[in-house]
Nanobody, 113 residues
Framework: QLQLVESVGGLVQPGGSLRLSCASS????????MGWYRQAPGKEREWVAH??????FYRDSVKCRFTISRDNANNTVYLQMNSLKDEDTAVYHC????????WGQGTQVTVSS
């Protein structure tokens, strides 16, 4: 069965950096896309970024701060987050698209001084 396992998030000061990873297992198929959503307390889940066929896409609020990349050999997607802001605080969920969408369990990222 396909599984997505995310790295542990953490507490970071504003302006700091953090890298999330999401490793997939249980499939040999090349994903159509992999990426990240996030959900802040009291807010709707929102799309953050995704990568598909080597092309990357970002929501406007994270452009130039976040970088998504994928290691096909290890079936892992990464989200490098720089210049973090308080408003980036959320639970981050990775996803993988094949014929359907699969989700990771979510990892907490807290940006606070």
């Amino acid at each position: 069965q396909l599984q997505l396992v995310e790295s542990v998030g953490g507490l970071v000061q504003p302006g700091g950096s953090l890298r999330l990873s999401c490793a997939s297992s249980g499939t040999t198929l090349l994903p159509i896309a992999m990426g990240w959503y996030r959900q802040a307390p009291g807010k709707e889940r929102e799309w953050v970024a995704h990568i598909s066929s080597g092309t990357t896409f970002y929501r406007d609020s994270v452009k130039c701060r976040f970088t998504i990349s994928r290691d096909n050999a290890n079936n892992t997607v990464y989200l490098q987050m720089n210049s973090l802001k308080d408003e980036d605080t959320a639970v981050y969920h990775c996803f993988l698209d094949l014929s359907s969408r699969w989700w990771g369990q979510g990892t907490q990222v807290t940006v606070s001084s």
